[in-house]
């Protein structure tokens, strides 16, 4: 259930993201690079071993009702990540939206 692969390919992504309507000033993308830098994806990583842990009690939501939001134009988590989570809750409804678009569907999906 990981997101992005290495620290270096996150990296290269956080470098190459075009989020200035997201992330308008430097400390916001500052602050999306960090986050990106801190998803645990080597077992060497700080809470790789809690990401597991949490990752294999997933199973036991797998009958409750869950909605999968996804942002069409994810920069981070992409399509492959949301396949990821439609293959662990195959039973979840899955909404996508757009960027610009998550304040309305809240307002519409509380």
Known sequence: MRGPGDRAQRRDMGRNLTLHTAFPTLTSRLALLCWLGDIPTRVSDPSYAETQQIEQRLAQFARTPILLVWGRRDP???????????????????????????????????
């Open 76 to 110: 981070v988590l992409g399509e492959s990540v949301l396949r990821l989570w439609q293959q662990a809750f195959p039973h979840a409804s899955t909404q996508t939206v757009t960027v610009g678009r998550i304040d309305a569907f809240l307002a519409t999906h509380p």
